[in-house]
């Protein structure tokens, strides 16, 4: 696995060389949108997306459409609107059919049903992961984005009350995702074991074990932590969900009648949106 991981970050320097030395008009417009983001811009952020977006749509490109999208849904989520982040989603995924390509399928459909089970409409949800998960081969590399499906469909059962259907998707989930948590760089792996951790606590706090609904919020925490110390993964959004997962944990811990201990997460996640340029959460 170690060499394994040094091969990856070779990869990952000389995929950043060469996009410096040939930046293509999309990535262009894409690292404005970065730059607009990581200095709290997010009118400008929006601007050069839909620039890129255009451009997918004159071209006919199928895939750039798909990432356009993908990238404008993430933005609206970012900023809170999740109703414009779910209409963007779901134009993503239309792109992504188009593209016919399934790996980029079922990554739309993951990020239509996140989005989707934000808003609460867990039948929707619940639909693009079935196809989803129907979209994947067999072979090993589908296995993370497998494992990310099943923890969000876990959130689903978990929400529609079904927690024994929670836990089964969720053991199901582990098994995709442990084997590949020792490549340290890997940001997808380790974001999903975040969320995974996280839709364990609330199970255990349905359940009534308090102490060990801590435990398991300490360890989505540290995930999150560890993914935003990452140098390849995209500020801030990586930066923000390790403040939700605060929240969240902040959140619980009041649930729990723990005041005391709920004031530590509820300020460093404030402190977080703050330095990023977002509101508190509520």
């Not at 060389?17 to 404005?32: F, G, I, K, V, Y």
């Not at 053991?171 to 940001?187: F, T």
């Not at 709920?262 to 508190?280: Q, T």
Request: charged content about 25%; hydrophobic content about 45%.
């Amino acid at each position: 696995m170690s060499e394994a991981e040094a091969v990856a970050y070779q990869v990952l320097a000389s995929a950043g060389q060469h996009a410096r030395e040939e930046p293509s008009p999309e990535l262009l417009l894409r690292q404005e949108a970065h730059c607009c983001e990581e200095a709290g811009d997010w009118q400008g952020a929006e601007a050069a997306y839909r620039k890129g977006l255009e451009s997918a749509l004159a071209t006919d490109q199928a895939m750039q459409q798909y990432k356009a999208y993908s990238d404008l849904a993430g933005l609206f989520h970012l900023v809170g609107n999740e109703a414009v982040a779910l209409e963007q989603a779901r134009s993503a995924t239309e792109a992504a059919r188009r593209a016919e390509i399934p790996v980029l399928r079922a990554m739309a459909l993951q990020q239509q049903a996140g989005c989707a089970l934000r808003l609460h409409r867990i039948p929707e949800a619940l639909a693009a992961l079935d196809e989803a998960l129907r979209s994947m081969e067999s072979e090993s590399m589908f296995g993370v984005l497998r494992g990310r499906c099943l923890v969000l469909r876990a959130e689903c059962a978990l929400k529609s009350g079904d927690t024994h259907g929670a836990e089964r998707d969720l053991e199901a989930a582990r098994q995709h995702l442990e084997p590949q948590a020792a490549m340290v760089i890997a940001a997808g792996v380790h974001s999903a074991l975040a969320r995974w951790w996280s839709v364990k606590a609330r199970i255990l706090a349905e359940q009534g074990d308090w102490s060990g609904a801590a435990r398991a919020w300490t360890e989505a925490v540290a995930g999150r932590r560890h993914v935003a110390a990452l140098p390849q993964v995209e500020q801030p959004y990586a930066t923000n969900a390790l403040a939700e997962t605060l929240w969240a944990f902040g959140q619980a811990l009041c649930s729990a009648g723990c005041p005391t201990e709920a004031a530590e997460p509820l300020a460093e996640s404030r402190a977080i949106r703050e330095r990023i340029g977002l509101p508190p959460l509520r």
